[in-house]
Nanobody, 116 residues
Framework: QVQLVESGGGLVQPGGSLRLSCAASGIIFSFYDIGWYRQSPGKQRELVGTISSFGSTNYADSVKGRFTISRDDAGNTVYLQMNSLKSEDTAIYYC??????????WGQGTQVTVSS
């Protein structure tokens, strides 16, 4: 059974930092590209950034320079380091594991709230 479990969310003040984790089981993790997405109330889910199975990264313009994605294939975990957080970063953050062929998988999400 495939599971993706996000953790590390919480309440942080503007300008602060958080590191989210996405731990995977039930898949050969190193074969998968991993995406971080977020969804705010009343908005569509949006892509935050991705890290390929080879380790290359891409980011949405809104987070570029502030967020960093990394992966630890030995630990089956991907991280999202979020710095200089803004109120508009408030959302539920999800990770997604995908390959060129076959199903993709979602975690249950972790809430990030940026507020003073």
């Amino acid at each position: 059974q495939v599971q993706l479990v996000e953790s590390g969310g919480g309440l942080v003040q503007p300008g602060g930092s958080l590191r989210l984790s996405c731990a995977a089981s039930g898949i050969i993790f190193s074969f998968y590209d991993i995406g971080w997405y977020r969804q705010s109330p009343g908005k569509q889910r949006e892509l935050v950034g991705t890290i390929s199975s080879f380790g290359s990264t891409n980011y949405a313009d809104s987070v570029k320079g502030r967020f960093t994605i990394s992966r630890d294939d030995a630990g089956n975990t991907v991280y999202l380091q979020m710095n200089s957080l803004k109120s508009e970063d408030t959302a539920i953050y999800y990770c997604n594991a995908a390959r060129l062929r076959g199903p993709n998988y979602w975690g249950q999400g972790t809430q990030v709230t940026v507020s003073s």
